[in-house]
């Protein structure tokens, strides 16, 4: 069975840190890793991760994945209070792109 | 990106009542869709795959009596809550992939009494 571990579960910062958020999985025939963030609403796209490290940037954003090991971490720089959000972890495997989802990591960004 | 489309975003509805959820994409065409469902505070739970013209594939645990997945156009599909309990009430989101990429509807909050 696919499995996707996140950590921490939840994290409170004030504004400013650098926030690491972490995702191991176990996957059969793996595809790609995406992170998503989620607000109120589904899910937006933040990353796909098909390859060993590249790192990929988006402003404060970054990521980057390690298939060896199996994981990835999400990197948030100066963080602002509009980061507060859940970060969702997803691993894409099998014939039809399947995703399995990590429980999310609950991020408080404080002023 | 591709456009990913629910309707409705929310649905009140009575214990025992019947409701549907239609999922579309708008500027593509998806042989595939996903429906997930989400409980507060919880992660996205995959429920079942939807495939155009043929039976959806659920995952284990649940019923596909009670969730009833039509996929009859490579724009839409739908999926049914029958005789909806309030154990049901949750956050119930789509999605469909292009290519690689996953894109998520909206979701639809249902909310049984």
């Known amino acids: 069975e696919d499995k996707v571990v996140q950590s921490p579960l939840s994290l409170v910062v004030h504004e400013g840190d650098t926030v690491t958020l972490n995702c191991s999985y176990e996957?059969?025939?793996?595809?790609?890793l995406l992170w998503y963030k989620q607000e109120k609403k589904a899910p937006t796209f933040l990353f796909m991760l098909?390859?060993?490290?590249i790192e990929k940037k988006s402003g404060r954003l970054s990521s980057i994945l390690d298939k060896k090991e199996l994981f990835s971490i999400l990197n948030i720089t100066a963080t602002q209070t509009g980061d507060s959000a859940i970060y969702l972890c997803?691993?894409?495997?099998?014939?039809?792109?399947?995703?399995?989802f990590g429980k999310g990591t609950l991020l408080t960004v404080n002023p | 990106g591709a456009v990913v489309s629910q309707h409705p975003s929310r649905v009140i509805c009575k214990s025992g009542t019947s409701v549907k959820i239609e999922c579309r994409s708008l500027d593509f065409q998806a042989t595939t869709m996903f429906w997930y469902r989400q409980f507060p505070k919880k992660s996205l739970m995959l429920m079942a795959t939807?495939?155009?013209?043929?039976?959806?594939?659920?995952e284990q645990g649940v019923e596909k009596d009670k969730f009833l997945i039509n996929h009859a156009s490579l724009t839409l599909s739908t999926l049914t809550v029958t005789s909806a309990h309030p154990e049901d009430s949750s956050f119930y989101i789509c999605s469909a992939r292009p290519d690689s990429e996953q894109y998520f509807g909206p979701g639809t909050r249902l909310t049984v009494t």
């Open positions: 997803a691993v894409s495997g099998g014939s039809n792109y399947k995703l399995t």
């Open positions: 098909t390859s060993s490290g």
């Open positions: 939807s495939n155009e013209g043929s039976k959806a594939t659920y």
């Open positions: 996957v059969t025939n793996f595809r790609s």
